[in-house]
């Protein structure tokens, strides 16, 4: 017997992004939160490095600032509207999860202590600027607890367990959701005036990644076949400090705090690659540099990482050379103490999972898929929009890292997506409340759960001469090598064909389990169906985008070209066949410059 729940605004995830948005919706609007994980289990809880605002803690700082390297970041793709309203809006909101009691780290006078990172600079200088707000390496973590506790404080009605199988439609407009419960395998409708997805990336569909499992692309894929176009799906961002071969996300924070590049033959190799930045280079400068090192031979034994290295002689005597010091102008000088305070989970994980004690050892690291920088196309108000022109689809909202505002353009700098969560997700909440609170109820469906049904009827009696498993991992592989970090014509159409020829075998997967209580083995199946169709609108888009910028780098087309790509991606599924469109970029005040780095 399927239920049906009835709630103004209805958020989809409870990351930093569904929690700012249920938070903020809750207090004008009966909302609920559904999420396929236990709340503080979501992803924001990974981040480790900082959330971005131009507080000026330790040194002079202006959102300007924030915004011309947000923009230039980007690879001038970021839409420049929102990438203003987003830095003028970070530092309140930073200021207002401090009031929400976050325990931001201090300066000694008290203020909270900020970081450098890469791509954030003081304008005039062009030298790095600290403007990663963060609590030690945990500042997701602290975020995703503090907002949790708001929205409980705030009586949102929290859905755990829950996972959103369907987007419910009527008349044009948003009418709610159908999701199962995980523990029972009951589906429910939730009817709801206004709908938020706050659902996160979709990066495993790569075989190395920093994403969580539960990173499977189920909101946009979902929108997808609703008729809802992605945008930019092309642009993925490769971090270039994964540990090798496990993917897990050591933080900038690491390079911020000193820590340098060696590779196999015991060079510094970034000063060659960004002699101006070098370290802390954007992250696809970055992963392209370790990629090339690799390439050509001077890898670690011939291998397929290079190393990190945040040893404090090391970081004190490269600091000397590059003229770096503490604020006040005197020596720097790390010690093991303050790596070890400043660092405590990442020294955690190489100690856990490698062996490796990053005080007194170099860790072994390798580009890792760390990002989605596409997704459902929004404006700054998070309310979804369906064409070229921007027009919103009613009752519909999107924020977070499944949303492209489009703030990030080619590349996102690391720190602008906490705060993309907290500014973007607001809105999102603010504005589905009134929204909801001007609209009346849409009338449900008859059956609105049976495209459901259908689908996990489809996984139970496929002929099952396919293994989800199996699938998953030839799609992995293929999207790593030829949809990666670099890619040319070849290579992605052959990844294309061969995500198409999974999608045709996908019909012949069955899952052995047919049993209703947490079915994983099912939901496995159905997000795997999730990440086949998000891959198959990633390699189209980035077949089609015949130039380099931001995190898509192509070795047949290796320049930017601004007169013919200055542009959005649009891409629909028309009767299941993909369709491309375009949509200008806005700028408002810096035109496009050459990259130098
Ligand atoms: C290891 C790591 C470190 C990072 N470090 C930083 C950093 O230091 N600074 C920074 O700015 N950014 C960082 N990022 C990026 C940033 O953390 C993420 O982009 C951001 O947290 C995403 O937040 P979100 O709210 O969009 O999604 P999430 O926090 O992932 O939340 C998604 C939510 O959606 C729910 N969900 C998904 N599908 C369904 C479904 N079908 N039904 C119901 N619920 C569903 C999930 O249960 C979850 O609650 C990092 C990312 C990683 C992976």
Not at 525 to 530: I, K, M, Q, R
Request: glycine letters at 10%; proline letters at 4%; one cysteine or more.
């Amino acid at each position: 017997m399927t239920k049906t729940h009835q709630f103004d605004v209805v958020v989809v995830g409870a990351g930093g992004a569904g929690l700012m948005a249920g938070l903020y919706a809750s207090k004008t609007a009966k909302t609920a939160v559904i999420s396929k994980l236990y709340p503080t289990r979501s992803h924001t809880g990974a981040a480790q490095g900082g959330i971005s605002a131009a507080l000026g803690n330790y040194e002079e700082d202006r959102p300007e600032w924030h915004t011309y390297d947000t923009v230039k970041g980007s690879d001038y793709l970021g839409d420049q509207d929102a990438i203003e309203f987003m830095c003028n809006e970070a530092v309140d909101a930073v200021l207002e999860l401090e009031h929400m009691g976050l325990p931001f780290d201090r300066t000694p006078e008290g203020k909270i202590s900020q970081r450098p990172f890469g791509g954030h600079t003081n304008n005039v200088t062009g030298k790095p600027v600290r403007r990663a707000a963060h609590a030690a390496d945990r500042t997701g973590h602290m975020i995703l607890q503090t907002l949790y506790q708001q929205c409980l404080k705030n009586k949102v009605n929290f859905f755990d367990e829950y996972q959103v199988l369907d987007f419910i439609m009527v008349n044009g407009k948003a009418a709610g959701v159908v999701a199962v419960e995980l523990s029972t395998g009951e589906l429910h409708v939730i009817h709801a005036k206004a709908v938020i997805f706050a659902t996160g990336g979709h990066g495993r569909i790569f075989e190395v990644t920093s994403n969580a499992y539960a990173y499977t692309g189920d909101g946009a894929a979902i929108l997808l076949r609703h008729g809802i176009p992605l945008e930019d799906m092309e642009f993925f961002q490769f971090h270039p400090t994964g540990i090798y071969k496990l993917g897990i996300l050591i933080t900038e924070g690491v390079r911020g705090e000193g820590g340098v590049l060696i590779n196999g033959k015991g060079e510094r190799f970034m000063p060659k690659y960004a002699p101006s930045v070098k370290d802390l280079a954007s992250r696809d400068v970055v992963s392209r540099a370790i990629y090339t090192e690799i390439k050509e031979g001077r890898g670690v034994d011939g291998k397929n990482f290079v190393y990190l290295d945040i040893r404090p002689e090391t970081v004190n005597r490269i600091a000397a050379e590059d003229g770096r010091t503490n604020v006040d102008g005197s020596k720097y000088n790390l010690t093991a103490e303050q790596v070890l305070q400043k660092l405590p989970d990442i020294i955690d994980f190489c100690r856990v999972y490698l062996g490796v004690d990053p005080v007194t050892q170099m860790m072994p690291i390798q580009p890792t898929a760390h990002y989605t920088m596409g997704g459902i196309p929004t404006n700054k108000f998070g309310e979804v929009v369906v064409d070229d022109k921007n027009t919103p689809f009613p009752g519909l909202y999107a924020a977070g890292e499944c949303a492209c505002v489009s703030v990030h353009g080619g590349n996102r700098l690391g720190t602008n997506s906490l705060l993309d969560l907290v500014v973007f997700g607001k809105y999102a909440g603010l504005k589905a409340a009134e929204y909801a609170n001007q609209s009346e109820f849409e009338k449900l469906p008859v059956g609105a759960e049976s495209e459901s049904m259908a689908q996990f009827e489809a996984l139970k009696n496929g002929s099952g001469k396919e293994n989800v498993f199996k699938l998953s991992n030839e799609l992995k592989k293929v999207m790593f090598a030829d949809v990666g970090i670099y890619r040319n014509e070849k290579d992605m159409l052959s990844a294309l064909e061969k995500v198409r020829e999974l999608k045709v075998r996908f019909k012949d997967v069955t899952v052995s389990d047919t049993g209703k209580i947490f079915n994983t083995e099912l939901l496995n199946a159905w997000e795997l169906g999730n990440l086949l169709e998000i891959a198959e609108v990633i390699a189209m888009s980035a077949a089609n985008r015949k130039e380099s910028r931001g995190g898509h780098s192509r070795e047949d087309f290796p320049d930017r070209d601004d007169v013919n790509w200055l542009k959005h991606t649009l891409i629909w599924n028309k009767d299941g066949k993909l369709e491309i469109g375009y949509k200008p970029v806005v700028i408002t005040k810096h035109q496009p410059k050459a990259r130098v780095y």
